[in-house]
């Protein structure tokens, strides 16, 4: 029985080699060509990209073939590029859309195909449902039509790193003196910020600046204990600011100068803070609903219009394309500003964050706390609780009810976006969600205090178990 493909919150993904196979791939790409030539039925062009892993460039080459063979020109990518310079691209090329090979901050063994529409943004569930539909069980060769489009190689670098030039004040960062070390994780987004950087007259020092289809052992996320290599070298040559991107850049990761790492839902928060003061942007802003309330705090103390979203950065991304919001992000490491793309950018995460440390003169944890002093104290966490098939099950049905209580907490509201969040008298929630591809359930907590972020965890594991 063939592979059932199916397309989740960011593409479809799966280990290389099991359900990642050529002839797999062979049907995902038929299955987006059928689509694109079905909005498009003739002179359609698609960008191809791809990260650094395994047997990327071998995907490619056969994307490009099945895509000249429907009648769509293949612009191929030569290079690892990142999804947001692939995502720039497509708008600036005014192409109908893009198929990356990446598999993002998931282990080496993975890989997979993301598809942008001709917007540039991540494909909402009615493309995806569509190519799915498209899918055929099984790759029929179709006959290549008699003006068979010939494959197109393209650089996007250039003009994604000017882009960023008038995004960024990099003469600003310069002015201050300040050191930084950025770290890659030997992803796509090499020679990306750090010549950036250095054409800028900006000292950096780029660590795991080589191609491992390993990435070092591990999965390529900029997260916690991950970053050692990078404040060891932060620490070498006295850097204020550590940034990071994932393995195809759309992540960020942030180390500040003592070595704490600032974890996404404060950098979204910060720089929503920087973006308003800096820009003067009032626009809007937008947050998963899994994302700190410290961003809800912040737009009603700023008078900003806030957008609360399913996860998913395609839904921030369709707000990001009317511009209604100054800045969009994600808990899960992922942001865009206004007239950018609709798209993630880790690379643009990060440089904004040297700009805020540089025009504030102040490390991103003492620029917490002095929002903190604005707005009142959030303290977000993540946790992943494995399920047995029976708990699964209860906690399945769970799920469709709407608590008054959990652990003598009284529920003051409970929100459907995404999941089950439940919103205490006190402002601290717990949003549950289960995940579509393993047995866990994901709780996202946020308390007003770290001692009573403890017993919220606590209270969200009493009541998956009970």
Do not use: K, T, V
């Given at each position: 029985m063939p592979t059932q493909i199916k397309f989740g919150t960011s593409g479809w993904r799966s280990i290389i080699a099991e359900d990642f196979t050529v002839a797999n791939v062979r049907r995902a790409v038929t299955g987006i060509a059928k689509y694109v030539v079905s909005q498009k039925p003739v002179g359609a062009r698609v960008?191809?990209?791809?990260?650094?892993?395994?047997?990327?460039?071998?995907?490619v080459e056969i994307a490009a073939e099945i895509l000249s063979s429907h009648g769509v020109q293949p612009l191929v990518i030569a290079e690892p590029a990142p999804t947001p310079t692939i995502s720039y691209e497509v708008i600036r090329l005014k192409a109908d859309g893009a198929i990356n090979f990446t598999a993002s901050h998931n282990p080496p063994e993975y890989s997979g195909i993301k598809f942008s529409t001709a917007d540039g943004a991540p494909a909402l569930p009615e493309v995806t449902k569509a190519i799915e539909d498209f899918i055929p069980t099984e790759v029929v060769t179709n006959p290549a039509p008699a003006n068979r489009p010939v494959v197109e190689t393209i650089d996007p670098r250039p003009t994604y790193l000017a882009r960023l030039k008038e995004i960024v004040n990099l003469e600003l960062i310069r002015r201050s003196g300040m050191k930084i070390v950025f770290d890659p994780f030997w992803g796509a987004a090499r020679h990306y910020s750090d010549d950036l950087l250095r054409q800028a007259g900006i000292p950096v020092t780029t660590v795991h600046d080589t191609r491992d289809v390993l990435f070092g052992g591990h999965a390529p996320e900029p997260d916690g204990e991950l970053l050692n290599d990078t404040r060891t070298q932060m620490k070498a040559v006295g850097a204020k600011l550590g940034i990071a991107t994932d393995g195809d850049a759309d992540r960020f990761g942030i180390v500040d100068d003592d070595g704490t790492f600032i974890q996404p839902n404060y950098v979204i928060a910060i720089l929503f803070d920087y973006l308003v003061e800096s820009r003067g942007w009032k626009n809007g802003v937008a947050k998963s609903v899994v994302t700190t309330n410290l961003i809800n705090a912040l737009a009603e103390h700023h008078r900003v219009e806030l957008h609360e979203t399913k996860v998913g950065f395609k839904y921030i991304g369709e707000l990001i394309k009317q511009d209604k919001i100054a800045i969009?992000?994600?808990?899960?490491?992922?942001?865009?500003?206004?007239?950018?793309v609709p798209e993630k950018d880790g690379v643009l995460a990060g440089l904004l964050c040297c700009e805020a440390v540089a025009r504030r003169n102040k490390p991103l944890r003492q620029q917490l706390q002095d929002l903190f002093g604005k707005v009142g104290s959030f303290y977000p966490q993540r946790e992943n609780f494995t399920l047995t098939p029976q708990v699964k099950e209860l906690f399945t049905k769970k799920l469709a009810t709407d608590p008054v209580e959990i652990s003598g907490r009284k529920v003051k509201q409970v929100v459907r976006t995404d999941g089950l969040k439940l919103v205490f008298e006190d402002g601290s929630w717990i949003c549950f969600r289960l995940s579509g591809t393993e047995p866990v359930a994901r709780a996202y907590l946020e308390a007003r205090t770290e001692e009573d972020l403890k017993k919220l965890v606590a209270a969200a594991n009493d009541w998956i178990f009970s």
């Open positions: 960008i191809i990209g791809r990260d650094p892993r395994y047997m990327g460039e071998r995907f969009g992000g994600e808990e899960s490491a992922g942001l865009s500003i206004r007239n950018h």
